[in-house]
């Protein structure tokens, strides 16, 4: 293999050309083939118990994501200005290509159940614009005595009112997005209109997010690129690091392109991991080859890249094989999007290794060695007793504090970890006091909630659901959930009947409560029916009345809120199971819920199973089971401690923090595996101890320093991003670099030292 | 039966076409199909199926009267099935006034009352089917305008095509077209455009008999494109002119049921 490499050298041109080429083509193939996927539905796996279910469901009752337009007049909603404006707005988001006119409700199209005289009437608020005042105060009464619009559609103090038009997921785009708020603002002045609902929330983070993400990222590699010219100490050096990167990201998506794979919100970290590894690979190899430059300030320049080659290709293919293989281990995760980021960091780790022995050794064949001026021979003595050195003697000397240490940090960080939580919340990815955040907030604190959780109830009997008794249950149910404060109101089938009851027993408050017999509920439905349109009905039950779908409304839509309605719930299943009925849960913020628990689970499983093969590797390529262990260690303290800090710090897990802990295992397995290599090697030559740690320290130290600089100095520049997310990654990635950089030169080189590997056989010698 | 002065008017105006040639207007195709005689009184059974989206399907069975009482037309209607609402009943008054809204009342025996159904609109629809009123025969032809647009074969009928516009521009079709057979004065199909001019519904009429020498519709079926919503009519045991006494039409009958 490295006769391979070396003799390669000798055809630089050629190497160079076909690398050049082979990049253009996949460049070109990148160009025309990617597609973005931002359905978020597209991430979930399709054949889950739990989406099977909540998509089936969504179905039955037409459960969608709803677009919550508010309406405030401080003056009031009901003089004819106001009122049109519902009516124009209805109409116009009814006449949206995305958006079936029955999914728009508002007081325009919303229906009043109301008792008359003798019976009962199902009509709409109005349907042209009341002009005389004496109307218009006529609709504000029949508003506030129906309880079913009273709070929810019209706010209590009759300033706001609502219009929702519930939207499939796969309707939503950028363009349409943008639709929806410029007709809003039309309708503007002197009324005020905000925009909200979790399309809306999803449709401005996928906005932002890129859009923040390409003004960072520029600045992030010039970051790197002056960090490596101050590093290296030259052009020709940095320019070819980066081309490594580059060349293996190009490679990387063009071929996602060519087998026609979507580019998914996780395949962003793709370039972000490359980043991280593929500057690893060129700074060792400069790095050693810095080092024989220096001894040999006479050598060729095919001897010195012939002994970086000799020196670096085992180190370098040991590092990017196991690291491809972690990353290949995500492919157990049962979330599509995640297994193919697994696949590809892995296949772009290889193509960076590649790259790395290929590129690099042809580029200095053909543009000639890094013009290296190295300090006059009387510095470079007092250097030799370097920071590195200086550092691996404390280390040595102060073994039991370093341990100490170590396990406190350790111990500190578990804490954390029992602290972390997930989060699927979309509204908590942006700032506290941003346009979006608030608007929710201002909607929530008038209504019953921006964010839904959908129980579906399912019994196998036909007409279950005309059982008083089970009504009944479902009552209790509602008010026992509603009773959480970040739950704004419920809305279901008991609803329905205890307004209906009411108003037929000439709007007598003792008869807000379910009918007696289930003949009387199935008349009442019946004559709701034979009233009104039914549409509205079929949203809380099914055709045959096997199924209902109660809705909760909830204030918040993180995964903290949803989950203690939940709980509350569960406590139901016992009394529910009696009667035969059980119960499920199913839209868009539930699937949410799930899905980031499977990443989570995912993401944990894969990092042990990672672990594990990591372990496995490291002992047959060292041919010790101990170096093995010895090198799993850094990776172990790198994931713990970055689950522990997002705990501490109150990061919740999403999709893209849990992914970050990849990064443990990339780079934790890089350092782990250059400095065992060196180690080895420099054990083997000297036998001596001491020495070997100072000779390691200034080699592999020495590069491993330079690639944690490097990639923290680059991902700090994130700390200054708008979106928060982006903020969170920026610092979990430098964090990731430097505790896996700290792991290694310490407490692993420390358990190195003490466990006197690769120095008994040579003492028997 | 209804709107006799139509007729009379009609038969005034008869020589007139006459001379054009009879060559028949909009309005008067429209006025024929309305003022079809389907008999002084009639009864029968009505199945009436709901099939929703996903294939779902409701069947309700009601026994119904039906009578004309000269300015008025009464109807009763008694649930048979579903069991759970078996015995509620329902009448409907159909004025021949123009404007004049239906008179409505439900009783349901679970509640032992007779309570009174206000209708907002004839564009209302019936008993959660995909017909409204106006849509089961109550539409008054002076509330459209109406256009023959042409003559064709239509399942082996020889028919002339109707194209309607409402004269209420707030009305919940923006047209409607209907493909009418000649001489016997049947809608065989039509077509319902909404505000939008998007096709909403198209009505079939799947069987019609002749009993006692008049024309009657045995099977049809409603079915909103948009919502992909049918509903299915279809009558048995109609016996028409068999002499309905005025009684059977009274709040007595409609708590005593089946």
Redesign the interface.
């Given at each position: 293999m490295g006769n391979f490499l070396k003799k390669l050298t000798k055809f630089n041109k050629i190497v160079l050309a076909s690398v050049l080429i082979l990049n253009v083509g996949f460049f070109m193939i990148m160009r025309s083939n990617t597609r973005m996927e931002t359905d978020l539905d597209e991430y979930m796996p399709q054949e889950h118990p739990a989406f099977v279910y909540s998509n089936q469901a969504e179905?039955?009752f037409n459960i969608k994501d709803g677009i919550i337009i508010a309406i405030e007049n401080e003056e009031g909603i009901y003089n004819s200005d106001t009122i049109q404006k519902v009516k124009d707005l209805t109409k116009s988001l009814q006449?949206m290509r995305e958006i079936?006119?029955?999914d728009v409700t508002s007081l325009y199209t919303a229906d009043n159940i109301i008792g008359?005289?003798?019976?009962?009437?199902v009509?709409?608020f109005f349907?042209?614009v009341p002009k005389d005042p004496e109307k218009l105060i006529k609709m504000k009464n029949l508003v506030r005595d129906n309880d079913m619009i009273f709070g929810r559609l019209v706010s209590y103090d009759e300033n706001i009112t609502l219009i929702i038009a519930e939207i499939k997921d796969d309707v939503f785009s950028q363009e349409f997005y943008h639709r929806i708020l410029e007709l809003s603002k039309e309708y503007e002045g002197p009324e005020k209109i905000y925009v909200a609902g979790s399309p809306i929330v999803e449709g401005t983070m996928a906005y932002l997010g890129p859009r923040d993400m390409q003004k960072m990222v520029p600045i992030v590699i010039l970051i790197i690129i002056i960090v490596l010219l101050v590093l290296l100490r030259s052009i020709k050096a940095t320019l070819l690091t980066l081309l490594v990167v580059l060349f293996s990201t190009i490679l990387t998506f063009g071929l996602m392109a060519a087998v026609g794979i979507p580019i998914y919100a996780v395949s962003t970290m793709i370039p972000v991991m490359l980043i991280a590894i593929g500057v690893a690979d060129g700074i060792h190899l400069f790095s050693h080859l810095h080092l024989y430059i220096k001894k040999n300030p006479s050598a060729s320049r095919r001897d010195a890249i012939n002994d970086m080659i000799h020196g670096m290709w085992k180190p370098v293919v040991m590092t990017s094989v196991t690291t491809a293989v972690g990353f290949i281990s995500l492919i157990t995760s049962q979330v599509y999007p995640i297994k193919y980021f697994g696949i590809f960091t892995a296949f772009g780790v290889l193509m960076a290794m590649v790259f790395s022995l290929v590129l690099v050794p042809a580029g200095l064949m053909m543009f000639g060695l890094p013009g290296w001026k190295d300090k006059p021979e009387k510095e470079e003595k007092k250097s030799r007793k370097n920071l590195g050195s200086v550092f691996s003697t404390w280390v040595v000397k102060h073994r039991y504090l370093t341990i100490i240490i170590t396990i406190s940090i350790i111990a500190v960080s578990i804490v954390g970890i029992g602290k972390v939580w997930i989060n699927s919340s979309f509204l908590d990815k942006f700032e506290k006091d941003s346009d979006i955040v608030l608007t929710d907030k201002f909607i929530n604190s008038h209504f019953g909630g921006t964010s839904t959780l959908n129980v579906i109830l399912d019994s196998k009997e036909k007409?279950a659901f005309?059982d008083p008794a089970l009504l009944r249950l479902i009552d209790e149910m509602q008010a026992d959930v509603e009773t959480l404060e970040i739950v704004g109101n419920s809305f279901s089938l008991s609803d329905y009947l205890k307004r209906m009851n009411k108003v037929?027993h000439a709007d007598k408050k003792e008869f807000d409560i379910i009918?007696d017999?289930?003949?009387?509920?199935?008349?009442?439905l019946?004559?709701y029916?034979?009233?009104?349109?039914?549409?509205n009905l079929?949203k809380v039950v099914?055709?045959?009345y096997k199924k209902v779908n109660v809705i909760f409304q909830l204030k918040s839509d993180n995964s903290k809120a949803m989950k203690s309605a939940i709980g509350i719930i569960e406590k139901r299943i016992p009394g529910f199971s009696e009667k035969g009925v059980e119960i499920n849960y199913a839209g868009s913020g539930y699937k949410g819920l799930v899905f980031t628990d499977l990443i989570l689970i995912g993401q944990i499983l894969s990092l042990l199973l990672s672990l594990i093969i990591v372990i496995i590797l490291l002992s047959l390529m060292f041919k010790k089971v101990l170096a093995g262990l010895i090198g799993a260690v850094p990776i172990v303290i790198t994931a713990v401690i970055s689950f522990g800090v997002m705990g501490l710090f109150n990061i919740p897990l999403s999709t893209t923090t849990a992914l970050l802990s990849s990064i443990a295992i990339g780079i934790g397995i890089d350092y782990a595996v250059h400095f065992i290599e060196r180690y080895k090697i420099y054990a083997l030559r000297t036998g001596d101890k001491i020495l070997t740690s100072e000779k390691t320290m200034q080699h592999s130290g020495r590069a491993i320093v330079f690639n944690a600089l490097v990639v923290i100095a680059g991902f700090l520049v994130l700390l200054l991003s708008v979106f928060p997310p982006n903020r969170a990654l920026g610092a979990l990635v430098s964090l990731n670099m430097f505790t896996s950089f700290v792991g290694t030169v310490s407490i692993m080189y420390l358990l190195l030292f003490m466990s006197n590997i690769y120095f008994k056989k040579n003492k028997k010698n | 039966m209804k709107r006799l002065h139509i007729m009379v008017l009609s038969l005034i105006l008869l020589p007139a076409i006459a001379i054009n040639g009879a060559e028949l207007t909009g309005l008067q195709i429209v006025d024929n199909v309305y003022n079809r005689d389907t008999g002084k009184d009639s009864k029968g059974n009505l199945t009436m199926s709901?099939i929703?989206s996903?294939g779902?399907?409701?069947v309700r069975t009601i026994k119904q009267f039906i009578k004309d009482f000269g300015k008025v037309e009464k109807k009763i209607m008694f649930?048979m099935s579903?069991a759970?609402?078996r015995n509620?009943s329902?009448v409907n008054w159909s004025y021949t006034e123009e404007g004049k809204d239906d008179d409505q009342?439900?009783y349901?025996?679970?509640?032992k009352?007779v309570?009174?159904?206000?209708?907002?609109s004839k564009s209302?629809?019936?008993?959660?089917s995909d017909f409204t009123y106006d849509d089961l025969g109550d539409r008054q032809p002076e509330a459209d305008i109406h256009k023959l647009i042409r003559e064709e074969k239509f399942n082996g009928e020889q028919c002339y095509v109707v194209e309607s516009v409402p004269k209420d521009e707030?009305y919940m079709y923006s047209r409607t077209v209907t493909w009418i057979i000649k001489d016997k004065w049947i809608g065989l199909k039509k077509e319902f455009y909404?505000e939008?001019e998007d096709l909403l519904k198209i009505l079939s009429v799947k069987k019609f008999e002749n009993i006692k020498g008049l024309w009657i519709i045995l099977q049809s079926e409603m079915v909103n494109v948009?919502?992909k919503h049918t509903t299915k009519m279809q009558l048995s045991e109609v016996k028409i002119n068999s002499g309905i006494p005025d009684r059977q039409f009274t709040e007595r009958m409609m708590k005593r049921g089946l």
């Open positions: 179905k039955w006449k079936e006119k029955s008359t005289e003798d019976g009962m009437d009509r709409p349907k042209r007409d005309k037929m009918p017999s289930r003949e009387l509920v199935a008349q009442y019946l004559l029916e034979m009233s009104g349109d039914p549409e079929w099914n055709y045959d | 709901l929703n996903q779902n399907e409701r649930f579903p759970d609402v509620t329902f009342w439900i349901l025996p679970a509640l009352k309570k009174r159904i206000s209708s907002s209302d629809y019936f008993m959660g707030e909404d939008d948009q919502k």
